[in-house]
């Protein structure tokens, strides 16, 4: 074979040899786009993690909305019906969470902020005041570690604002006019994600939410200046004539966290003559179970630990047997309560244009010793089961008055804002 053809099967072969090793170096690289094969880990965004959500029986209505940002305002209330029972979804991630700012006060106190708006008024969620909600100028914010930080939960609602006693993500808010004028009131709505959405109920107009168990029956305690209970969620009432002598303002359970044992509620009738009544709630309908007592002007009730706290102008009364028997005292309370009992003998003169009264009451879950009471002139304190009383701040009007054992404080809202106060030991 002649140079010339070996010359160019060596061409040849060096080109097969080229084109081996390209396709070769071709498969070898495909591994590469493998979509099985395991890529690098990417970068991990960090998130706030939510605060445990409380276990409770969700109310039969409709599926939360995710949370939105600390600062955003809500859209418009919703309006709906009473939807059938819903599987809630996860607890969306809140927002950043924005601590409330502290400010040692002289009298003891601290101020609180929410994202520099002051606090209106705060609600208890649950009897150990755990989660609580409160409202700035912009809007719901709710806490998951009794008062700590607090996270964007709403648009604020107008009247009265409760949540249900056995489930602290439903939330009623209502109220009624003026009485003895037959003013109309407020619609009243209702919420069952904790703020985010709220549905209204043409039928409860005008009525102001006092005791709610939410469940099956969905049981609304509430007044239109006469005692209405509706046992659908609050799209239908019923009034309840045994006390049409009285205009119902307040009431209380005996079982922080139910309602199927008993419940006082309070009234005050003409002349300014107040009475605190029973009910039977362990039967299939509330019935009526007398008059516990009588007092002047209005007044606040409250109900834990076996015990009823009962604070009117004239001074506190404390009960241990279910309202059969009462203790009264005004001791640390001369200078904001009544000398005498109106009802009874004349008002000494440097009295008369006094406002006088009570219209909070708070009983520690744990001690039943330790007892608050705000009204027209302050707040104060007694730790030795209403024997004696000591002021806490200033002479404001108080609005709010709520103990979380959680954080072990004592938040107390008037016109002047909200305070923080440790609870004594």
């Known amino acids: 074979m002649n140079r010339s053809v070996w010359a160019n099967r060596g061409r040849t072969l060096s080109v097969l040899a080229i084109i081996g090793a390209l396709l070769l170096t071709a498969c070898s690289g495909a591994d590469n786009n493998d979509p099985t094969a395991t890529a690098p880990p990417a970068t991990e965004t960090a998130t706030i993690e939510p605060a445990p959500t409380e276990t409770s029986t969700p109310e039969p209505t409709a599926t939360a909305s995710p949370e939105p940002t600390a600062t955003a305002t809500m859209t418009a209330t919703a309006t709906a019906t009473l939807e059938p029972t819903a599987t809630p979804t ?6 950043p969470t924005a601590e409330a700012t ?3 006060l002289p009298e003891g106190g601290a101020d609180l902020r929410i994202l520099g708006k002051a606090i209106q008024q705060i609600v208890a969620g649950d009897s150990e005041g755990k989660v609580l909600y409160a409202t700035t100028a912009v809007g719901i914010s709710r806490s998951r570690d009794g008062g700590r930080t607090w996270t964007a939960s709403g648009d604020n609602q107008a009247g009265v604002m409760l949540a249900a006693l056995n489930n602290p993500e439903v939330l009623y808010a209502g109220d009624y006019g003026v009485c003895a004028a037959g003013s109309p009131g407020v619609m009243m709505t209702r ?3 904790g703020g985010f959405t709220w549905a209204e109920f043409v039928n409860g107009t005008g009525i102001r939410p006092l005791l709610v168990e939410a469940g099956q029956q969905s049981t609304v305690v509430g007044s239109n200046c006469s005692l209405q209970i509706s046992t659908n969620g609050g799209q239908n009432f019923d009034a309840y004539d045994d006390v049409s002598n009285a205009d119902i303002y307040a009431a209380a359970s005996s079982d922080p966290t139910a309602l199927d044992d008993q419940m006082v509620v309070l009234g005050v009738g003409e002349g300014g003559t107040g009475r605190l009544y029973r009910y039977d709630l362990s039967g299939d309908q509330p019935e009526f179970d007398g008059e516990l007592t009588e007092f002047f002007g209005l007044g606040a009730v409250a109900w834990s630990g076996g015990r009823i706290v009962l604070a009117t102008p004239t001074g506190i009364g404390i009960s241990d047997d279910d309202g059969e028997t009462w203790t009264w005292s005004r001791a640390g ?9 109106p009802l009874e003998e004349p008002v000494p003169q440097d009295e008369v244009d006094l406002s006088l009264g009570f219209t909070v009451v708070a009983i520690h879950p744990d001690n039943p010793d330790q007892i608050w009471v705000g009204g027209q002139l302050g707040a104060f304190v007694s730790t030795n089961g209403g024997q004696t009383w000591t002021q806490l701040g200033d002479n404001s009007q108080i609005d709010s008055l709520v103990v979380s054992t959680t954080t ?6 008037s016109d002047g804002g909200t305070r923080a106060w440790a609870i004594d030991e």
């Open 90 to 95: 996860t607890e969306p991630t809140p927002s």
């Open 102 to 104: 502290e400010v040692p």
């Open 191 to 193: 919420s069952v994600d």
């Open 333 to 341: 309370l001369e200078d904001v309560t009544y000398s005498v009992n």
């Open 408 to 413: 072990n404080r004592v938040y107390i809202s």
